[in-house]
């Protein structure tokens, strides 16, 4: 996972309390394409998932131990990108209305955009 959206997700996590649990879900993660990460397809983009585990547990937040969504294929076009992070989106909100529950999304700038 990216790291600063981790940091920063956990920083909302403590402000919110200790019943919020928090997810990374691959299918937000940065558009994954010559646009964003150069025009080879980089060997690893992403940090280990346990890096992030280790650094929710060492900050007291309460983490799905297990990694959701897909992870895009490369070449993503930003069009393609923002198709998939709107799919997620309304998914979430689909999610929300059934559970009754609130979600926060945290993530990079292109997916807000969407």
């Known amino acids: ?6 940091q920063t997700a956990v920083k909302i996590c403590k402000r919110l309390g200790p019943n919020v649990k928090m997810l990374i879900d691959l299918s ?3 558009i994954y394409g010559p646009s964003v990460m150069g025009e080879e397809q980089p060997v ?7 890096i992030a585990v ?13 990694l959701i969504g897909q992870a895009p294929a490369w070449p993503e076009t930003l069009q393609d990108a923002r198709r998939r992070f709107a ?22 700038g292109d997916c807000i955009g969407s």
């Open 87 to 108: 799919l997620r989106f309304l998914q979430y909100l689909q999610r929300g209305i059934v559970a009754k529950r609130n979600f926060l999304i945290i993530t990079h």
């Open 44 to 50: 690893s983009h992403l940090r280990s998932f346990s």
């Open 1 to 6: 996972p990216y790291s600063r959206c981790v």
């Open 28 to 30: 937000l993660g940065e």
């Open 54 to 66: 280790e650094y929710c547990r060492a900050n007291g937040i309460s983490m799905v131990p297990k």
